[in-house]
């Protein structure tokens, strides 16, 4: 069966390879670790296609269909194929160029055709990526034209916070900027001394200060989060407010309604 | 009658189909579980397709039309056709992959294409898709191009809970986490003890914490009910306040009307 | 004239379908009779499309006109054609694979391309539904790509209802439950108990509670409106409050003006 | 002059079109009087189409210039003039369509490709479509794939009234029930009685419900007006409330000010 | 210099043009004044184009380019020109069909291709709309598949007036209608009555009622504008109200705190 | 060097160009001041296209690499690059069709492909367009298809001001027609006195006029601010209220909660 | 082994280009700074490119695989490799362009297809941008069709700014303007005076006034939020308020209830 031996292929080149990548760690090719995982699983996914490809083409050639007579004498089926098989190709050439330019690895943070998530794959075909709620989404390489990594460079944590139009500004400035010089010994995940920016905006009922924070890739969700609680708990100690909506009313007597009004 | 035999044909198909898969479970190709549901649905469907097809072609041969020539012969007519056929062969390529890379398999929870639901069946040109109130999507294989599976991994359920600015958040975050303690015993659909992110956002009118529980796969609807109702009760219990939508309100007299006090 | 000859065939060919249905029931065919509707509209449309373009080869060689030479010979207008039919021949595929993969039959509730409704008529290449509103949509089958059938299976009634973050939730779980165990009786379109999931959504005045309860295929609309009304009135009898959105108020001295306070 | 003489044909194919319609009401052929004017109209645009046609290719052949030699001739321009014609065709196909297949006839109200309002003209390329509120919309065939029609089946008046939480539904219902059993005799255009749906919301202020009235085509807006002046007269005289939008309002001591309460 | 040529071809065909209309006027050809300007506009706009079209191949010429060979040789280049004068060729079809049909004219107000305005030149090519605050909008004729005609039927002015629901909606309709019996003598740019269609929607706070009016083409704006003055003043006659946004409040004692209620 | 002569002759195109303009300027083809700037970016643009394409031929040519056998032979590949050049061909006819119908000059205000600006420059594949706010757009000319000029014509600056319900409608309109008479003599830029259109909304708090003035082109930004600043300074000497946002609340007693109510 | 020398060529490679880069600084070729950074990355880039391709193609020689019959003998996948090489060729015929015509270097500031940031690298098939918060955006050239750069001119902060109805608008523009005299000598971003424009909008509760300064590029942001800080604390300091939302209520006793009311 041509089908068994297929499946010993599989096993074996899956040792080949395993043994393969604990060996080169010793070799002269000086590969990044990060490049290790996502080529060891595409070469496995590479060997499974390559293996099973051929052995359907042997089980067609055991009933002696012959292939290369079908594909050019069906005229009109072949534009059809022809057509149809446009995207497969498109999809093998784009997963090409992800791997050869390293646009992504497996374990970066990406966001690309509406997902986003962690790389769990990338294949010849398909790449899958994993949400952080756990459901994993599959994409063909070809959909992956715009890609947005997240783990390449220092992530930036972005917080707002608001401070009453009556308070001092420079007030709670300085109140703010002494508590962020203290904070990279706490956090390690920080880089540097967070920055104030200033005024982001004069709102309806608060001016909005914003504060940045430099750290470690995809570490900016746990920092803003911490920054949000430190910056809060300060100003509450500094005794000074944070605003909640504001409303000017102006009670009018009910006598003097409009249409009346108006005689 | 041809059309007879081919239902003939159908009906032993089937049993033979049958028969096969419940010698399967003792043979040596070991498929797992899911697989195996998804393959035995999509084997009775290609089969019906050969066979109608087959029949088709002989009715009209007993017609004695010659279908090769009819093809060949009509140059715009196959253009026409070509072009109409595409989306056809593009279907049953796309069926393929989504079987051979298992990208789902009938069972699953996914979402693709605008559609969410519990796979029903995976044919060779479509796709059943059942959502979880009832209706039935029926989407072709060619459209199912973006997928994404929930029931691969654990999901994560959600759960946002306001805290009032007055409150401490430190105690808050006692309350809370305390609670979360005493959770995986009750619940065993929960993997873990939940985990309290922190400080979500600081809203107009509350402190906003975010608590996350990792869950076997698709519980995390039911789980996140629960937590919010847990949740719910213990601050009521601890006095910690869940905050109204708030305003302050400034009351001016309406003697002191714009126009006139612009005089 | 052979216009006249293709109305007697029509009129005749009516009259032999309906007498072909009429036996069927009695022979060995078994199809359902939601199908049956199906095939007996299509089949009379498909009837006169056929009888009216063989009318129209006729008729138009007998002016003489040779058509496959026409197609043949007009280079430009044989290509732009040959590009107006695609859409054509796509619709008459697609129209048949409604058909053949029985995605929908006439009588059923369906969503598909943007619009809603009962299928009036599966024609060779437009469909029929008609809205509840009493309007109809026609769409041509190559439209149809994407189909909800809401008629496959039962259908599931969905109702939220919001409790005061005052009240028990407890309490209020419990009256609403002791309702759902009584309704099944008084509604015989209702299929085993409905489910009380529970909290939905802390929300920012109310804590939403959703009831489900699973219905004949569409009669969910019908059941929902009554689980309504009879939620409603229980909670009213058992004195649990359903809340108005909620505001807390901080009324400030006009005189604590902002840019003031500043100085 | 060859336009002369155009315009001559023109004018005598009008009235011999014109005799045509007049006679054929006595004669065979019934057609139906929802088609006839839109025959009419077809037939004059195509007469005008021909006719202009061929007068445009007999001053090119007076011109001594040979059109089928030009389409041959020229390769690229001819690619070019044979992609942008595509539309042209494609616009006669599915003209042809619309009146073949009885789509929509002159005088009926239909929404199709964004457009809404009653049909003026179906001719070979455009049909044009006025809205109520006085302006034509012209839309080539081609885009009119999809076609709403309102004029084939009676209507449905969709009326929402809100009820205050306070009052009893069952009084609210009764008065309403009675009221729509009085209406029919009043409105010839309603047809049978009209329903009283149930609850169809549970609002933040009100509880919605639901009225629909069958109405001959198009006559639903005018009856929906009608149905919601009765119906607020006899609620008015009923005494049942019609809510305004309400909230409860929790008011504060400004003392407790956020930022002191939790030192 | 061939340009200079070119420049005395288009001075002189100016001048005829001119006088050819200044004729026509006179002649049988009786062409209504609206499509004078247009075909006028039109005529000098493809006379410049087809003088400078020859210039530019005789320039050509001079320079010895064989331009017929430079296409036919050129495979992959004439692919790319052919392609790229698919828009082109599409355009001046589409121009004509325009004029042809007489989609609209020099002067009218027509919307088509998400913008609107005043037509201020049909083109050859593209044509030109001018908005009514001043900008002009030049469109490719390929652009305008869809239109919608302002100018060719009376145009309808819709104005809403909302009613407080503590009015009696009988008395407001007669103090409506008897100011529509006298605003026909006032405006003339009026056709008939103004209708009063009922209550058009039952708002939070305010019953809506419609009023249209017909008027000629495009004085609906104006028409509109007098109509809200005439009503608003009359209602403030008759003292009925037209309310302001209303809402219904609860004051609540802040002891009744949510938590502490649910102990 | 090849590059070294391109460089040259660039620079001496320049010197020859400018001289070119100088002169014309008093020749006999009397180009609009506007229509020069472009031409001379144009111009240059080209210049440099040209120059560097030969450069470009001549540097492969001594390589000895032969162009046309290099496109002809390559089946594949000259199909790909016949694809991927026909956007450029778009790009340079469209930007043939901008400089020949003189849609836009140099220093036009437009608006096309969503972007809004001042052009900078028009050259044979691309334009550049500089927003306000300082950022240079740079379009492919083949996206330019559908333009809005707004240097064409004279602009409108529209002016909306609310005024109260209570004032009598007739006092406002005289006191802002006064108003507009004095404007013209004190703004320039106007033209005409400008027009109070009327009651342009009854909205829910005000009721809202129109103002419009016709300003020399783009200056309808800088007009309007002027008018609203002029008219609310009128408004406010004539002690005609601009109002706040209004609303009327029913306070209820909470006794009458909604629930016991409908006991 | 190929793989070697091609490693070594390109360390070779980057050497060369590296001396070549710091000669050419001295050399005739003046290149501005701001082009070097972009070539000498692009140049880098093609090499890796160029040396992989040879090695690609040396490798199949190797295994005896003929390209050229591969590609020309298989038809159906010839025509599929044809168009999915589409999108490649396009991409560098794209990036040759970006260089060409100087669209963007590395280090502008940039926004295209949906993403910005700063450049990190423009290569052969795709380009890096970075965004502010320390994502790297990896797009196809063929994406950037359309791009804006805002490191050509200088930026325009915008900055708008409330004050009261009750305020005289000329004593705050006076305010505001003494300010906007005193910035230039304190922020050397600052280009000229900055301007105040005027009365931007005459909102619901108050008048927004609008203040532009002209910065060097990109740092339009800083000098922004640097201006709300001065002119918030300039308007407190000069009494002048800033409000906050407005609304006039009117109370009314709950006895006249609307339906009552109606009787």
Known sequence: MILFISFLIIKIGRRVIAQFFANKRRGPFQITKRREATLNKLILNTLSYVVYFVAFIMILETFTINIG??????????????????????????????????????????????????????????????????????????????????SVHNSIAVVDVSVAYEENIEKAEQAILQLLEELPDRYEEMIGVPQLLGVQNLGASDVLMRIIAETHPMEHWAIARALRKEVKTRLDAEGIEIPFPRMVMYSRDDQAEPSQAAE
Chains 1, 2, 3, 4, 5, 6, 7 share one sequence.
């Open 69 to 150: 007579a079908l594909l050019a004498g069906a005229g009109v089926a072949g534009l059809a194929i022809g057509f149809g098989a446009q995207n497969l190709v498109r999809d093998v050439i784009s997963g090409f160029f992800i791997i050869f330019e390293d646009q992504f690895s497996v374990g970066d943070y990406i966001r690309t055709s509406g997902v986003e998530g962690f790389v769990e794959e990338v294949g010849l075909r398909t790449c899958k990526v994993k949400a952080w709620t756990g459901e994993v989404h599959i994409l063909p390489n070809g959909n992956v034209t715009q890609v947005t990594n997240y």
